[in-house]
């Protein structure tokens, strides 16, 4: 898994690459609490390079989702593979996330 | 600690690092001979290095470091004290295990630049051992956390050897790592069998518990007779309350109507089962689009409903099948497991289960299992 982020416009855009799962689910965690503790209320997560993701990454995601929306912020996703996508379905995590199907509509 | 039988070294080194000594830099304590030695250790536990002579009454230094070796402390250091060209001595030191040796007369700016490079690797080395022993620790936790998993889940087979109208077959392969997946069933009156699958993100004693809790309320509800998805908001509700930085569960859960033949069920974001119908083909559960269990509170869960007919069965499984790995970094997947599933026309329920647990078992030969493999399997008789 890689990621990286960047500012644009009000957003802070991370782009998570590869696979999330059990072996590295706390870096993306560590990353995302620091983001939001410093102060990032809008966060944009382009997810056109992620393969997999398992249950423990799902729930780093829930986490993420929880904690802006309590200091009222904004947590988008964006760009699924059709493999994400389908497991965010099955997850019923289409209703409670908003997911977009391009960065541009994520960050506008 | 110095061991020396040579009584005038102690002023000597105190004097030369007083300075240590008086920053708390360094602590010395005196022996005299391999006997003494040993027992100071008993009284001064902290000691990391010593310092030994060779030639000493009562027992030698060649001696003491056999007795240290015993004692099989690799944060405590040895370093040997020989006249200069005894090299014989010193070749049998450090065979039986000195750390360094120092020859006589002492040089005192070698002796600290040696007392500073083993106490170096004595921290390094019990530092280490912590760390050991914190693994040893979580080890045990997390055998702890297994033995609530396994002590769970029903596995006695057939459980209700009595009924011929369904027969009902489980099975949990845990992950090195222990999971959270779990499977139940229970009757909730004389026609009517309650049959549930789940899976806890995450892993350890919090998963553990969290499935133990969950389940535990979904039996609870169930076995009030409510329907499938009222159970699920009822538990969702108080799992809720349970779950710390968002832990969640996926829960399958069917009710089984004997006598009508009618799968009621409430899907909270479990991937859905397999219907295997008597003639062979397959169909899914369609999902319902319902959110997991123990992160939203309020959230609506629907009931659906499904008619099988005798010789029909259904299959519940957790992603730990589909998403097993093989040596090529392939996802076990669905298509592979819906093409083994037409093959297990008039198979039973536990023939069903064991042959998908070894198609993935030889599909991920040779990579560790990442996630816990379960699998349930129904079949209605009428």
Known sequence: MEVTDVKKGEFLVINISGRLDTSNYGELEKKLIGFIESGDKKIA????????????????????LKKITAAGGKFHLCCLQDNIREIFEIAGFTSIFRVFNTLDEAIA | MVVDDEVDLEPLIRQKFRKQIRTGEYDFVFAHNGLEALASLIEFPDIGIILSDINMP????????????????????????????????????????AFDFLTKPINFDDLE?????????TLIQRKALHEHDQLISIR????VAREIQQGILPKTF??????????IFANMVAAKEVGGDFYDFFMIDNDRLGFVIGDVSGKGIPAAIFMAVSRTLIRATGLKGMPAGECMHYANNLLCNESVSCMFVTVFYGIMNMKTGEMEYAN????????LKKDGTIEMVPTTGDIILGCFEDQPFKSEKVILSPGDGVLLFTDGVTEAFNKADEVYGDPRLESLLQTMKDFSA???????ADDVNTYAMGVAQSDDITLLSLKYNG
Do not use: Q, W
């Open chain 1, 45 to 64: 997560v382009d997810c056109s390079g992620l393969n997999y993701i398992s249950s423990s990454g799902l729930r780093v995601l829930l986490m993420a």
């Open chain 2, 58 to 97: 009562e027992m030698d230094g060649l001696t003491l470091l056999t007795k240290l070796k015993e004692l099989k402390n690799p944060s405590l250091k040895t370093v040997i004290v020989s006249a200069y060209g005894d090299m014989e001595n010193i070749r049998v030191a450090m065979n039986r295990g």
């Open chain 2, 113 to 121: 630049i040696t007392i500073n490079k083993t106490l170096e690797e």
């Open chain 2, 140 to 143: 045990h936790d997390l055998n």
């Open chain 2, 158 to 167: 057939p459980p209700f050897p009595n009924r011929t109208d369904f027969e």
């Open chain 2, 268 to 275: 909270a974001g479990h991937n859905p089962p397999y219907i």
């Open chain 2, 350 to 356: 536990e023939k069903i289960v064991m042959t998908i």
